[in-house]
């Protein structure tokens, strides 16, 4: 009898101990849930950042490709030029042409830039 009541002791305590770790996984799931979430948010940030170095990185060459073209320009050249095409044409030479609307984007910066460094540019010249 006594040897029966310790194995009854021991399963109880088994079963016990096998709830208890199945209840500690949930928490571990959950853990490891939330730290894919933090992953794809992390993930998304430094997605977010990089775009808006590119975006300042081709403000910059945008204008200073402007600046350069206004300042090495004449008169005649600063009223007559199509800027936004020698912009265009300026852009395609260092990039692909845009076809994507992130690519667009970054056109558009460009084009500002330029147009505002040849304003500068060729101000600085008289």
């Not at 042409?97 to 500002?112: G, H, N, R, V």
């Amino acid at each position: 009898m006594a040897v029966v009541a310790l194995f009854a002791i021991g399963f109880a305590a088994s079963d016990e101990e096998e709830s208890s770790n199945s209840e500690s996984s949930t928490p571990k799931t959950e853990q490891k849930q939330e730290s894919e979430a933090d992953r794809k948010a992390r993930e998304q940030k430094e997605k977010e950042k990089q775009q808006e170095k590119k975006k300042k990185q081709i403000a910059e060459e945008g204008y200073k490709h402007g600046y350069e073209a206004g300042f090495s320009c004449n008169y005649h050249e600063y009223e007559t030029f199509h800027w936004d095409r020698m912009a265009r044409q300026d852009y395609t030479a260092w990039h692909d042409a845009p076809t994507s609307s992130e690519e667009k984007e970054l056109y558009q910066i460009f084009e500002k830039n330029y147009l505002r460094g040849v304003e500068e540019g060729y101000k600085a010249q008289n």
